[in-house]
């Protein structure tokens, strides 16, 4: 079994830059896609990235996904950062016949 | 436009027993795998479990293993989570979801909440 550690919160100001990373316990974070779900308060997630760089029709091309082996990390990278982009974000991937999800990062748009 | 509607949350005292549906629309809900997925109180998301297409393979996070069961009624897009041996860790919002490979679509969730 492995983990998906997150940072548990960021920060950055509307029109910047912002990039959340998903470093997995063990294991090749290669070896299992990774999705990226949003979560507003009292809502339901949405994927916003799937299949460690796909986006879904509807999400905007400011969110990206990627992936670095020589980290063993995922990112979601937001770009030009709208008040509305304001959320918690989730990673997830697989072990096995399993899902494991990252804890999840407070993203703040101030 | 697919929809996933949850029902049958509520209070429940330790060692209880709970069954939740999902009623499934918008989709062919027999070509997908199906899940159930929670959410503690102000926590992250936990993975319940997962049921195949012809519900022949199914999965648990080993903390519901023998406690809880999943299973589907194709004929009436429909999923549902028998849910016995309530603990209070099992307060959370569940939320059923559909699976491409990857939880596509969610439901709106249902609150369970095991207290005395």
């Known amino acids: 079994n492995f983990m998906l550690t997150q940072p548990h919160s960021v920060s950055e100001s509307p029109g910047k830059t912002v990039t959340i990373s998903c470093t997995r316990s063990?294991?090749?974070?290669?070896?299992?896609?990774v999705q990226w779900y949003q979560q507003r308060p009292g809502s339901a997630p949405t994927t916003v990235i799937y299949e460690d760089n796909q986006r879904p029709s509807g999400v905007p091309d400011r969110f990206s996904g990627s992936i670095d082996s020589s980290s063993n990390s995922a990112s979601l990278t937001i770009s030009g950062l709208k008040t509305e982009d304001e959320a918690d974000y989730y990673c997830?991937?697989?072990?096995?016949?399993?899902?494991?999800f990252g804890g999840g990062t407070k993203l703040t748009v101030l | 436009e697919v929809q996933l509607v949850e029902s049958g949350g509520g209070l429940v005292q330790p060692g209880g027993s709970l069954r939740l549906s999902c009623a499934a629309s918008?989709?062919?809900?027999?070509?997908?795998?199906m899940s159930w997925v929670r959410q503690a109180p102000g926590k992250g998301l936990e993975w319940v479990a997962n049921i195949k297409q012809d519900g022949s393979e199914k999965y648990y996070v080993d903390s519901v293993k023998g406690r809880f069961t999943i299973s589907r009624d194709n004929a009436k897009n429909s999923l549902y989570l028998q849910m016995n041996s309530l603990r209070a860790e099992d307060t959370a919002v569940y939320y059923c979801a559909r699976v491409s490979s990857w939880p596509d679509y969610w439901g709106q969730g249902t609150l369970v909440t095991v207290s005395s």
């Open positions: 918008g989709f062919t809900f027999s070509s997908y795998w």
């Open positions: 997830q991937s697989y072990d096995s016949s399993s899902w494991v």
């Open positions: 063990s294991g090749s974070i290669a070896s299992n896609y």
